[in-house]
T-cell receptor, first 114, second 116 residues
Framework: AQSVTQLDSQVPVFEEAPVELRCNYSSSVSVYLFWYVQYPNQGLQLLLKYLSGSTLVKGINGFEAEFNKSQTSFHLRKPSVHISDTAEYFCAVSPGTNAGKSTFGDGTTLTVKP | EAGVVQSPRYKIIEKKQPVAFWCNPISGHNTLYWYRQNLGQGPELLIRYENEEAVDDSQLPKDRFSAERLKGVDSTLKIQPAELGDSAVYLC??????????????FGPGTRLTVL
């Protein structure tokens, strides 16, 4: 079994400030990790994913995340946010043998203020 | 290229009524997923198809939910009868299905169901 905990339900931040959205996971097997973004009234869009290799993963829209196996974390970061980054962000984990069996966290609402 | 198409986008029904949702995946995508997203939560997988075969339906409440993917293309998810607790957003996603390890899921906009 696997689980995901997104440590902050809401993160308010000012425009051009850095942001970190935190995600911890639990799994008894090796995992794949994902971050998705969901804009209002839209479906989820993949931001980035960690499958193997380098623990620092770069994604779209200037986001990056770092896989930390010892701390079972996969935090999402962006050095300078824009108003358009306001959205819901979901962390997800799947077994290393089946990316189709993803478990999602409850989401973090990022609100970027001018 | 068109994305994943879902209809209707919104549906309001009385409890005990039946309801159906339709999904057309991205052309060429062999794998199709149905998720339920309750308010304030992440999506939960209901069923996953590889072509026309349901390969994972362990989370589908089979007493009232059913799904089909005839011909391995579009899919329908049905609830009969609906209960108040079924109010949620129902998301459809698709992926190429070439490799489970690297398969990226593409999500539709969802159907928001309200059961009164």
């Amino acid at each position: 079994a696997q689980s995901v905990t997104q440590l902050d339900s809401q993160v308010p931040v000012f425009e051009e400030a850095p942001v970190e959205l935190r995600c911890n996971y639990s799994s008894s097997v090796s995992v794949y990790l994902f971050w998705y973004v969901q804009y209002p009234n839209q479906g989820l869009q993949l931001l980035l994913k960690y499958l193997s290799g380098s623990t620092l993963v770069k994604g779209i829209n200037g986001f990056e995340a770092e896989f930390n196996k010892s701390q079972t974390s996969f935090h999402l970061r962006k050095p300078s946010v824009h108003i358009s980054d306001t959205a819901e962000y979901f962390c997800a984990v799947s077994p290393g043998t089946n990316a189709g069996k993803s478990t999602f966290g409850d989401g973090t609402t990022l609100t970027v203020k001018p | 290229e068109a994305g994943v198409v879902q209809s209707p986008r919104y549906k309001i029904i009385e409890k005990k009524q039946p309801v159906a949702f339709w999904c057309n995946p991205i052309s060429g995508h062999n794998t199709l997923y149905w998720y339920r997203q309750n308010l304030g939560q992440g999506p939960e997988l209901l069923i996953r198809y590889e072509n026309e075969e349901a390969v994972d339906d362990s989370q589908l409440p089979k007493d009232r939910f059913s799904a089909e993917r005839l011909k391995g293309v579009d899919s329908t998810l049905k609830i009969q009868p609906a209960e108040l607790g079924d109010s949620a957003v129902y998301l459809c996603a698709s992926s190429l299905g070439l490799s489970r390890g690297t398969d990226t899921q593409y999500f539709g906009p969802g159907t928001r169901l309200t059961v009164l």
